[in-house]
């Protein structure tokens, strides 16, 4: 369904990077309301100040690791919008360490917000979703849903946990009113590395050099991400790649399953690996 000027949004991690550009250019289409949340409240207060003069924007300070809050979430949005159509989990953190690196309590801390914030936004919402003429749900996965590179032991088991838990759903709810889609965002120009935990034992150098190698490669602004999901969702596509680099991983990944890591550092120039020197 291409949003219409009943649709409501629901956006999550909404504070910075591809969450604020989401908002913005939500409230500058012909929507009815966009609620947004994020447990940063200063930078949600921000993004909808950024979005003002468009759709009424509702903001609303919420961990997503809690289903409690996203129930509140819920009950506030309906209060305010007095219906939700459009659902969009974007909400993330990153962490750098390889797996012996980072503790369980890293990992734990990870898989709540990147991948139980999702399962528990989908769970709260999907009943309010369907009483819709037409409901779309869209979860921000990654590129790294599609491949895995070493010091991602955790991001990569929410990310690809993401892909398969949307691709499940989507096939669950084929024929109903519910539209859903998996988001995979190639290097997004944001605040992602620069604000992730690094691990217990990881050298500290680690997130220094995961800055650096982020900045270089990433090459897409928030802003065309935000393009790029608002035309996914017109079109109804199941699987939204965002980004040149996305593309091309998606392609690799699947002519190379075995060795798609060493075809993507040639073809890039760059290695995945902390650990070496690029």
């Given at each position: 369904m291409s ?5 409501v949004v629901v ?5 910075s990077?591809i969450g604020r550009a989401?908002?913005?250019r939500f409230?500058?289409v012909?929507v009815?309301g966009?609620?947004?949340c994020?447990v ?5 207060a921000e993004t909808a100040?950024l979005?003002?003069?468009g759709?009424p924007?509702?903001?609303h300070?919420?961990?997503t690791?809690?289903l409690?809050q996203i129930e ?6 309906l209060a305010?919008?007095?219906r ?9 953190v990153?962490l750098?360490g390889?797996?012996?690196q980072?503790s369980l309590a ?8 990147n991948?139980w914030g999702?399962?528990y936004?989908?769970?709260?919402f ?9 409901a ?5 996965s990654s590129?790294f849903?599609l491949?895995?590179p ?11 946990a993401?892909r ?5 759903l989507r096939?669950e709810?084929?024929?109903t009113n519910v539209?859903?889609s998996?988001v995979?965002?190639g ?23 995961g ?9 897409t602004?928030?802003e065309?991400?935000a ?8 079109n109804?596509?199941p699987r939204?790649l965002?980004?040149?680099d996305?593309?091309?991983i ?6 190379f399953p075995?060795?798609?890591?060493g075809?993507i550092e040639r073809?890039s120039g760059h ?7 690029s």
């Amino acid at each position: 369904m291409s949003l219409t000027n009943d649709s409501v949004v629901v956006i999550t991690g909404a504070a910075s990077g591809i969450g604020r550009a989401l908002a913005v250019r939500f409230a500058r289409v012909d929507v009815a309301g966009v609620a947004i949340c994020d447990v940063n409240e200063i930078g949600l207060a921000e993004t909808a100040s950024l979005a003002a003069g468009g759709a009424p924007v509702s903001t609303h300070v919420v961990d997503t690791s809690r289903l409690e809050q996203i129930e509140r979430l819920r009950d506030e949005a309906l209060a305010k919008h007095g219906r939700v159509t459009h659902l969009i989990n974007n909400a993330g953190v990153g962490l750098i360490g390889t797996f012996e690196q980072i503790s369980l309590a890293d990992f734990d801390w990870l898989m709540s917000i990147n991948f139980w914030g999702v399962v528990y936004g989908c769970r709260v919402f999907l009943p309010t979703l369907k009483e819709q003429d037409s409901a779309h749900i869209i979860n921000i996965s990654s590129v790294f849903g599609l491949v895995a590179p070493p010091e991602q032991t955790a991001y990569c088991s929410a990310k690809f946990a993401v892909r398969g838990f949307t691709e499940a759903l989507r096939h669950e709810l084929e024929g109903t009113n519910v539209r859903v889609s998996s988001v995979h965002p190639g290097g997004i120009k944001t605040n992602i590395a620069r604000n992730s935990r690094i691990g217990e034992n990881t050298p500290a150098e680690y997130k220094d050099q995961g800055v650096k190698f982020f900045d270089r490669v990433a090459q897409t602004s928030s802003e065309q991400a935000a393009e790029t999901i608002l035309n996914g969702i017109r079109n109804e596509n199941p699987r939204i790649l965002i980004g040149k680099d996305a593309v091309l991983i998606s392609l690799i990944s699947r002519l190379f399953p075995r060795r798609y890591l060493g075809v993507i550092e040639r073809i890039s120039g760059h290695r995945l690996d902390l650990r070496k020197k690029s």
